[in-house]
């Protein structure tokens, strides 16, 4: 199989190609997700939020992310897998970046990582990228700073925090960055800055002008059934099937149904 690279992405926008991108943080679906044939799989810090409970993403921890993203690696043949850097582990200091995104890549095998955020963590950027580590950026609703937003609504709706990812938008370009995820912003702003960087841009709830579109397992095969967005485009109620699929199994232990004759040795 040919894998795809950060190359086959940048190829991907020039062509016109849009890139389709998928979350997961494990062995079982990464592997379902890759011989599907998603360009690009994202271990993201949404664990958290799907796979431990919590209510945020600030709470999962750098050696939670190594296990996840170090099982989802081992189902992957061909995309390009993505692994957030959590909360709290590149923020403040670029050398504690560059040894996070390292413990990724040695521990894992991924391919790259992303961090949230624009000019305030450009060093930190280019710290990792001057080790030789790809790095995706992350832009407009980063949810690792929720509490500064105070709320989940659409950003960048006002001139100045438009003007301010526009400007992020660059710096992570001139940075190095391969792409960049623009997440639940205005859509003709989406546009224009999909126009405006050579580098491929991943939406979510970003409109359809991105060069790629990302969402989260969990969202697209209605596993979730309470998070309903606008920008959601549900694949599968995944809920109601197990539900019955499991209800089904509760039956028919309790009937005496199964394990029937030739179910046994
Ligand atoms: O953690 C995550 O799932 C993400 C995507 C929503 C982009 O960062
Ligand atoms: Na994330």
Redesign the pocket.
């Known amino acids: 199989v040919k894998r795809i690279t950060t190359n086959t992405l940048q190829k991907m926008k020039s062509t016109g190609e849009k890139i389709s991108m998928i979350t997961a943080y494990d062995f079982s679906f990464g592997k379902i997700f890759d011989a599907a044939g998603i360009d690009v799989i994202l271990v993201?810090?949404?664990a958290s939020n799907v796979m431990a409970g919590h209510e945020t993403?600030l709470p999962i921890t750098l050696d939670q992310m190594i296990y996840h993203a170090s099982s989802v690696i081992r189902g992957v043949e061909r995309s390009l897998v993505v692994v957030?850097l959590p909360f709290g582990t590149y923020q403040g200091n670029s050398k504690e970046a560059l040894a996070s995104a390292i413990r990724i890549m040695k521990e894992t095998g991924a391919h790259a990582v992303?961090l949230?955020g624009g000019e305030e963590i450009v060093e930190s950027i280019k710290r990792i990228l001057a080790a030789g580590i790809p790095v995706m950026g992350?832009l407009g609703l980063t949810?690792q700073s929720i509490y500064k937003f105070g709320t989940y609504t659409v950003r960048a709706k006002e001139e100045a925090e438009a003007n301010k990812l526009r400007s992020d938008a660059k710096i992570l370009q001139e940075s190095g960055c391969f792409a960049m995820v623009l997440e639940k912003i205005p859509a003709l702003l989406a546009k224009e800055v999909s126009e405006s960087v050579a580098i491929p841009t991943i939406g979510i709830g970003a409109g359809r002008h991105c060069d790629g579109q990302v969402l989260v397992m969990h969202d697209l095969l209605g596993i979730n059934t309470e998070f309903k967005p606008r920008f959601l485009r549900q694949y599968l109620n995944m809920h109601e099937q197990v539900t019955n699929a499991v209800k089904h199994y509760i039956k028919d232990v309790k009937d005496r149904d199964f394990p029937n004759e030739q179910e046994q040795y």
Request: a negative charge.
């Open positions: 993201g810090d949404s993403t957030d992303k949230e992350h949810p």
